[in-house]
């Protein structure tokens, strides 16, 4: 079945049901019950419309026909998944929350997109509302469950596209160099083409027809989880088995007992479970293939050795969705290379220089995409919400620009090189470093900051803070306290992969002759200040809490975290 004739994903739920009934849409493993204080065990496809009915009921009252979003904090529990399903059947957009954010990142979330209701786990609904009121918004905030509120009446706002699939079904936050992040509108007809590009894969990723059983740690509130996971599973009758996030030393269990014939991962993971010590039941599995990105050069082929499954890797962007998705799901896949395939007939390519120029094969350059045929948007985002600009930006002259360095060999496959901004990316968060230096400059303490990224075996990169603080740098003793507490700031303002993982301290920091920082001249400082050890090391702080700040941890200085204690923290 091709799930984008249903039009829409509540559409395509609904159908499923009816194709699928008792077969389990959603399982919820022992392990992530107990993490989480929810049931274990499975919910069908049956069940999951008739709840999802039942919520649609509930919501009726919300929807006047006009665009609108409501933001979802509920995390990768099958409340997200249902409320988002019943949104969408009465065409109101859902705005997943991350979890890990903190006030400034959910205040300024809960103001742009002009939710009109935030619906939030029970313990974070206290959270939320003090973050409401801290901005001055009139967004009430409620559990599942709880009677709704009445919304004001509105008028003027337009009204909705007369195709269900061009109505905009979810809002997903994607991180800007500008340091704010930046809202993605994707429609209905994006999610309904990723269902069945997965679907038509073929290769190493083909589907089984019986149904496919697919383990994702990834959030919902980003497009893997959200997009890629939930939309091949229903377009196939397959079950979900989300988990709250990755846990090293219960993954393979879980993968054991829920049965899951397909992984999706990202490159971290890889790296974190070869570190475990062998365990004689880890290749007990059913798994056919991993499906992700960024998997570790020097990790591909022990992974797929040790474990007994390929991962396959492929590239696309929030942006992009599937219609300029590549993958390397058949052989020769290049593995070590960072090799993600060859474009679909379906996708046009183009590798520029600085000068826009076609790069030579096997020179890097950035990628430039765009869907084949008369409509170059077709299946893209709509668009960044309230930001024109940059979404023409991205579109100059016709392409997509990524903003991804990438090589074209001899055969036509496409290798990845680096990231063309200055973006951290670290464990497959995506993290501005001038949004982690405005948080920084807002302490007491701090008279300028600079943030890069520095490479980190484990989780592709690690954030590095150069701070030039009030008063002088002064002594050692010193320079570890103000660095942890400057960590401690950021961890209950950031979500904390983004605090930073090592501190220094500077009397200036290099700056360019307008007087803006020097990001080339201050990535070779942190290289050199790190190889010396001339840093505070604070990567033991980054921990995922929820009180980040309420915890005793004090940072391990001036030297690295033996990997024993790099897989146990590791997210």
């Excluded at 027809?209 to 939309?231: E, F, R, V, Y």
């Excluded at 050069?297 to 991962?311: K, N, Y």
């Amino acid at each position: 079945m091709s799930i984008a004739a249903s039009g829409t994903v509540a559409r395509g739920l609904e159908e499923a049901s009816r194709r699928h009934g008792e077969k389990p849409f959603l399982r919820i493993t022992r392990d992530t019950a107990e993490r989480t204080g929810i049931e274990p065990g499975d919910l069908s496809y049956a069940q999951a419309w008739d709840r999802t009915q039942a919520l649609i009921n509930e919501f009726e009252s919300l929807a006047d026909g006009a665009p609108q979003r409501v933001a979802l904090l509920l995390e990768n529990r099958p409340e997200m998944f249902l409320h988002w399903l019943a949104l969408n059947a009465l065409g109101i957009s859902a705005a997943p929350l991350n979890p890990a954010w903190r006030s400034a990142e959910l205040g300024y979330a809960l103001a742009h997109s002009e939710a009109r209701l935030v619906i939030a786990l029970p313990e974070r609904v206290d959270e939320l509302q003090a973050v409401v009121r801290q901005e001055g918004l009139n967004v009430p905030v409620c559990a599942p469950g709880e009677e709704l509120p009445r919304l004001r009446s509105r008028s003027g706002v337009g009204r909705q596209p007369e195709d269900a699939a061009d109505r905009e079904c979810a809002l997903l936050y994607t991180s800007g160099t500008t340091g704010k992040p930046k809202g993605c509108m994707l429609g209905n007809r994006y999610f309904t083409i990723i269902g069945d590009w997965y679907t038509a894969l073929g290769g190493l990723c083909a589907l089984d027809k019986a149904g496919d059983c697919l383990i994702t740690p990834l959030p919902m509130h980003h497009m893997n989880a959200m997009a890629c996971s939930t939309m091949v599973m229903l377009a196939n009758g397959g079950c979900i088995v989300p988990l709250d996030r990755f846990h090293p030393h219960s993954w393979w269990r879980e993968v054991r007992e829920s049965g899951a014939t397909i992984v999706h991962y990202l490159g971290v993971m890889p790296a974190i479970l070869l570190k475990l010590e062998e365990d004689p039941l880890e290749r007990r599995h059913s798994v056919r293939f991993g499906f992700g990105a960024g998997v570790g050069s020097r990790q591909h082929v022990p992974f797929e050795e040790r474990f007994g499954f390929p991962l396959v890797e492929a590239w696309a962007m929030t942006e992009t969705g599937a219609s300029a998705a590549m993958i390397a799901n058949h052989e020769p896949r290049k593995r070590g290379t960072a090799c993600f395939g060859r474009p679909l007939p379906a996708v046009d390519v183009r590798i520029v220089d600085d000068e826009a120029k076609e790069a030579p094969a096997d020179q890097p350059g950035e990628m430039w995409v765009r869907h084949a045929g008369s409509d170059p948007r077709l299946g893209f985002f709509s668009g960044y919400f309230k930001n024109a600009a940059a979404t023409e930006a991205a579109w100059e002259g016709g392409w997509f620009h990524t903003g991804d360095i990438v090589a074209r060999d001899a055969d036509g496959d496409m290798h990845f090189i680096d990231r063309k901004s200055n973006m951290i990316r670290r464990s497959g968060e995506n993290i501005a470093a001038v949004e982690v230096e405005g948080i920084l400059a807002g302490h007491d303490a701090v008279a300028e900051a600079g943030v890069v990224a520095v490479p980190d075996e484990i989780r592709g990169d690690e954030v590095f803070a150069c701070i030039r603080p009030k008063g002088g740098s002064g002594e050692a003793g010193e320079a570890e306290s103000l660095a942890e507490t400057l960590v401690r700031y950021c961890l209950t303002r950031l979500a904390y992969f983004k605090a930073p993982g090592y501190v220094t301290f500077v009397d200036d920091l290099p700056h360019t002759t307008t007087e803006k920082l020097d990001r080339a001249a201050l990535k070779s400082l942190a290289a050199e200040l790190r190889e010396r050890g001339d840093c505070v090391d604070t990567r033991a702080m980054k921990r995922p809490s929820p009180n980040p700040a309420s915890e005793g941890v004090s940072p391990s200085t001036k030297a690295s975290l033996p990997p024993s204690q790099v897989a146990s923290r590791a997210t």
